[in-house]
T-cell receptor, first 111, second 114 residues
Framework: SQQGEEDPQALSIQEGENATMNCSYK?????LQWYRQNSGRGLVHLIL?????REKHSGRLRVTLDTSKKSSSLLITASRAADTASYFC???????????FGAGTRLTVKP | DAMVIQNPRYQVTQFGKPVTLSCSQT?????MYWYQQKSSQAPKLLFH???????NEADTPDNFQSRRPNTSFCFLDIRSPGLGDAAMYLC?????????????FGDGTRLSIL
């Protein structure tokens, strides 16, 4: 069953602008990951943030986690047309492999 | 490069005709997963293998089966495909299970049912 919910469902911006996507989840988690999926391709892992972390950076990506609000955000700075893809959050509780994906945000970056 | 390979990329089968999708990995990961993804939806976990141990999701239909003959290969068998089984099927691997282990995905097999 689905755990995370992303919003917005779709986001369209101009190249160079920042893109922010949000993920909310229902139950307590140990880890939250963000993945990217280009059209017709598999998912690619972007970044992991653990429940005891509040913020992580990787290149142009910035992820925050607020466990009190059960939410995370992914910020892509200085977006490029190549960032056009769907972005999914995925959460797990730590044990077994109970990782669940949200429905995703479809990002379009116009050149 | 170490990777996850799915064959074929596109598969067409007839209603009710068994079909097998394949996945291979060169990462030597312990865990292999199969996901079903319908258009504009989240990937839905069908089952996974931790080494040889099979773990089925509670809501995976009996129509879906899987085999993992060795570390490198995993197969998804759909015994009697229905129209509702048309989807992208994604294979993924991870070194271990849970605990934030990133998953490595293949590019999927898009299954069409005639």
């Amino acid at each position: 069953s689905q755990q995370g919910e992303e919003d917005p469902q779709a986001l369209s911006i101009q190249e160079g602008e920042n893109a922010t996507m949000n993920c909310s989840y229902k139950t307590s988690i140990n880890n939250l990951q963000w993945y990217r999926q280009n059209s017709g391709r598999g998912l690619v892992h972007l970044i992991l943030i653990r429940s005891n972390e509040r913020e992580k950076h990787s290149g142009r990506l910035r992820v925050t986690l607020d466990t009190s609000k059960k939410s995370s955000s992914l910020l892509i700075t200085a977006s490029r047309a190549a960032d056009t893809a769907s972005y999914f959050c995925a959460t797990d509780k730590g044990d077994n492999n109970d990782m669940r994906f949200g429905a995703g945000t479809r990002l379009t970056v116009k050149p | 490069d170490a990777m996850v390979i799915q064959n074929p990329r596109y598969q067409v089968t007839q209603f009710g005709k068994p079909v097998t999708l394949s996945c291979s990995q060169t990462l030597n990961h312990n865990v292999m997963y199969w996901y079903q993804q319908k258009s504009s939806q989240a990937p839905k976990l069908l089952f996974h293998y931790y080494d040889k141990d099979f773990n089925n999701e509670a809501d995976t239909p009996d129509n879906f089966q899987s085999r993992r003959p060795n570390t490198s290969f995993c197969f998804l068998d759909i015994r009697s495909p229905g129209l509702g089984d048309a989807a992208m099927y994604l294979c993924a691997t991870s070194r271990d299970a849970g605990w934030g282990q990133p998953q490595h995905f293949g590019d999927g097999t898009r299954l069409s049912i005639l």
